[in-house]
């Protein structure tokens, strides 16, 4: 990781989906420095999951340059950006995208089984993957009881904290959580974001956090209104 480049650097990035005649996005430049906590937000549609797609290169624009702590993934074919993403970006998806048949434990170590780089960054800091899963469930209280059982059998709560800690898991350098906290009792919220901002500052991560919840915002020194980066609307063609 180049640690002196911004986390993210977005510049005039322009993405539409398959048969729109416009943007959905269309973005002159976002950027996000190294261990920054950015709170996102806007209204219902207007592109925000898309966005963090683009940051964490599930998705391609078909204009413009993304780059993550100095790495273009902008020119990268969709399985090295999925490689990147594996070794250095923590994603908590909105829908979580758990494997349902796999237990929570499992569900949280697959990064580690998929990316060398964040066992060996565990194994710098002196832990193993599985220890490390068990302390961040602990962490987001789920109970050790649940760690054996299937993703699909556990409640919505439940399975957006194994989300979280799946995304933690091996110290990315930078973690985007979309809506992480909808599922959970406000109580909940409030504790899951402490732990969130806790273990990024401790791994030194940026965090992209989107939510439309105002009460989370102010616990972020800074807040990006997604409408304030976009550009006037175009046709996508031009
Ligand atoms: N897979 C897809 N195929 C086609 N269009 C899509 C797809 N996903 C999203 N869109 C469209 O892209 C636009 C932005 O959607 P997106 O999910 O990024 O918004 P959002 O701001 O995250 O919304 P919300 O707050 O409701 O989650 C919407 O018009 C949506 O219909």
């Given at each position: 990781?180049?640690?002196?480049?911004?986390?993210?650097?977005?510049?005039?990035?322009?993405?539409?989906?398959?048969?729109?005649?416009?943007?959905?996005?269309?973005?002159?430049?976002?950027e996000q420095a190294a261990g920054e906590g950015v709170f996102l937000n806007g209204p219902s549609g207007s592109g925000k999951s898309t966005l963090l797609a683009l940051v964490g290169g599930v998705?391609?624009?078909?204009?413009?340059?993304?780059?993550?702590?100095?790495?273009?993934?902008?020119?990268?074919?969709?399985?090295?950006?999925?490689?990147?993403?594996?070794?250095?970006?923590?994603?908590?998806?909105?829908m979580f995208n758990l494997i349902p048949y796999l237990c929570a434990l499992d569900n949280i170590l697959l990064p580690c089984r998929f990316s060398p780089a964040r066992a060996k960054r565990l194994q710098e800091a002196g832990t193993t993957p599985a220890a490390e899963a068990r302390r961040l469930a602990a962490r987001l209280d789920l109970?050790?009881?649940?760690?054996?059982?299937?993703?699909?059998?556990?409640?919505?709560?439940?399975?957006?904290?194994?989300?979280?800690?799946?995304?933690?898991?091996?110290?990315?350098?930078?973690?985007?959580?979309d809506e992480p906290t909808s599922a959970l009792?406000?109580?909940?919220?409030?504790?899951?974001?402490?732990l969130l901002l806790a273990e990024c500052e401790a791994a030194g991560a940026a965090l992209l956090f989107v939510s439309h919840d105002a009460r989370l915002s102010r616990r972020f020194s800074r807040r990006v209104a997604l409408e304030d980066l976009k550009r006037q609307p175009t046709e996508a063609s031009a």
């Open positions: 990781m180049t640690n002196a480049a911004p986390a993210i650097d977005l510049r005039q990035v322009s993405f539409h989906w398959p048969g729109a005649r416009e943007w959905h996005l269309d973005i002159d430049h976002f998705l391609a624009p078909q204009r413009g340059q993304v780059a993550v702590h100095g790495h273009a993934l902008t020119g990268l074919r969709a399985g090295a950006r999925d490689r990147f993403r594996a070794d250095h970006i923590g994603f908590i998806f909105q109970e050790t009881g649940l760690l054996k059982r299937p993703a699909a059998e556990l409640s919505v709560g439940q399975q957006q904290r194994v989300a979280a800690a799946r995304a933690l898991i091996g110290r990315p350098a930078l973690v985007i959580a009792d406000a109580g909940r919220q409030q504790a899951f974001l402490d």
